[in-house]
């Protein structure tokens, strides 16, 4: 299948994820396998904040998944705080045009990202905070410029989810590193959980150190299986 060159992240020579499917994959193994819709029902009820972390932004494709599962299940009053975090951030032009494959299905979630993120100066290192407000509520972005152990150490309070997203581990290995990953177990709340495409080995035990039961799930988009993980 032809790529154009402006899918590949020119830093690890890898798409910033699969072109055909994308939106859909995020839903398998993000939202569902995390059970995100009861826990953030649950969340709501008890008047508690719902925390997400995200290693690797890429694109905001995710970002975008996450606006429209909410929107469509006729969720209110949602609010969310969402951490990311980006070594290589991208401008917003190029933001676009990688989200423009989805706009038929998605564009006003994609319209409402990107000028979030127009407000950002990527040549700024460390936090940039920005609101985005949908009919299912609002979604507080903030994105770590820099590297992902650093973003680890600024983040103040864990996260109910991860959402570990950095490229494959043979393309980018730092961003599976076990120091990297057990700050990411250290950052989770105790029954909390994180997902990921991929199920390599050096993946699995860095996870298995930092304190998550995992379970491999079916995947999707060309994957056998994928990985869950609950936090003990
Ligand atoms: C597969 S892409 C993320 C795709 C993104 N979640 C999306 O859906 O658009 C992985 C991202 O992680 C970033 N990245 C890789 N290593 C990193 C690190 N050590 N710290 C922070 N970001 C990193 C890459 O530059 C890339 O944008």
Not at 51 to 68: K, N
Request: glycine share 10%.
């Amino acid at each position: 299948m032809f790529i154009p060159d402006y899918l590949v992240n020119e830093q690890f020579d890898d798409r910033y994820f699969d072109v055909v499917n994308a939106l859909d994959e995020a839903q398998q193994i993000y939202f569902e396998n995390n059970n995100l819709l009861d826990r953030l029902k649950i969340a709501v009820q008890a008047n508690t904040p719902f925390r997400i972390g995200e290693t690797g932004f890429g694109a905001g494709r995710i970002v975008v998944a996450l606006l429209e599962y909410l929107n469509k299940n006729g969720l209110k009053k949602i609010t969310i705080e969402y951490n990311s975090v980006e070594l290589f951030p991208m401008t917003s032009e190029r933001m676009l045009k990688i989200l423009d494959g989805f706009k038929d299905r998605v564009v006003g979630e994609i319209n409402a990202l990107v000028e979030a993120y127009k407000s950002v100066d990527i040549t700024v290192t460390g936090w940039h905070k920005m609101k985005v407000e949908q009919s299912f509520g609002t979604l507080y972005l903030n994105l770590w410029i820099g590297e992902a152990l650093e973003m680890l150490n600024s983040l103040e309070n864990p996260c109910d989810v991860w959402f570990l997203d950095g490229h494959g581990p043979k393309k980018n290995p730092s961003i599976w590193r076990p120091e990297l990953l057990l700050e990411v177990g250290k950052k989770t709340k105790k029954g909390g959980t994180c997902s990921t495409f991929t199920v390599a080995g050096v993946v699995k035990r860095a996870l298995i150190d930092a304190g998550f039961e995992l379970v491999k799930l079916p995947g999707c988009g060309g994957k056998n299986h994928v990985l869950q993980g609950v936090k003990g």
